[in-house]
């Protein structure tokens, strides 16, 4: 499959500290890339570099076949973007929100938009900076998807959640729209591996991994000692991460 995004040796450093090193990832179109790793791996600081919101220190990206330094409006409006700490406009009601947003895209869906509200009971009438950090988050998705966004960067969207909460949000994904690329960083690997076609594992800002699910489980194989495996034979991400982290702290 054509590639959505690409980096290429992709670093950032903050003086003498190093926060992301080489990163070299392709993301499929059409998949479900999840980009994996601890707190502090480098996952946001990938998704700042991405968008262009911080300049990257050697190594290029592309987003939607556009350098990520060049991207401007046009592309930014084929992008949908949710984020743990997503800054909202805290005195509009929800549903004025709504209301701002649908003429900024001419592609915007109002059916999917009203499907969205429902079901994930945003209240129209309540000021967004009285919604809980949940329903916060759900508002942002639900923002996110009615203009039908080719790639969509989800940054941390289960953190904080709590056990309904994320099921709403990964059951919103089930039967999506085959043509949208959904790129989602996450220490949550339970939860993402319902969704996950893809799978990149950051540590300490490198690579250990990246590839579909399916070479994921081959490489399991390969590590030593093995991760534990269920009944049908294959490994959660959460065993083969804790592996690959276990080896990479060796060397």
């Known amino acids: 499959m054509p590639a959505i995004l690409e980096t290429h040796n992709l670093s950032k450093a903050y003086g003498p500290f190093g926060a992301l ?8 179109e059409g998949s479900v890339y999840a980009l994996m790793g601890a707190s502090g791996a480098g996952k946001t600081t990938t998704i700042k570099l991405l968008l262009n919101i911080l300049p990257a220190s050697a190594g290029t990206a592309s987003l939607l076949g556009v350098d990520s330094r060049d991207i401007g409006p046009g592309i930014l409006s084929r992008i949908g973007y949710v984020s743990e700490n997503q800054a909202l406009p805290a005195r509009l009601r929800v549903a004025q929100f709504f209301d701002y947003l649908r003429p900024c895209y001419p592609r915007w869906d ?36 009615p203009f039908r ?54 540590h300490e800002g490198r690579l250990l991994f ?4 399916a070479q994921l ?22 065993a083969v991460f804790i592996a690959m982290a276990r080896t990479a702290l060796k060397r």
């Open 21 to 28: 090193h080489g990163l070299s990832i392709s993301v499929p």
């Open 149 to 202: 966004p080719e790639l969509l960067i989800l940054d941390e969207p289960l953190s904080g959640l709590d056990a309904l909460a994320r099921d709403e949000i990964i059951g919103s994904f089930i039967g999506r729209d085959p043509a949208m690329t959904i790129l989602i960083s996450s220490h949550e690997l339970d939860e993402v591996e319902r969704l996950a076609t893809h799978v990149a594992f950051l």
């Open 110 to 145: 109002q059916s999917l938009e009203q499907e969205l509200r429902a079901s994930f009971r945003l209240p129209p009438a309540r000021r967004i900076g009285a919604l809980s950090h949940g329903m916060r988050l759900k508002l942002a998705l639900a923002a996110a998807l």
């Open 210 to 213: 990246q590839g579909s699910v």
């Open 217 to 238: 489980q081959e490489h399991a194989r390969s590590l030593q000692p093995p991760p534990s495996i269920d009944a049908a034979g294959h490994a959660s991400l959460r």
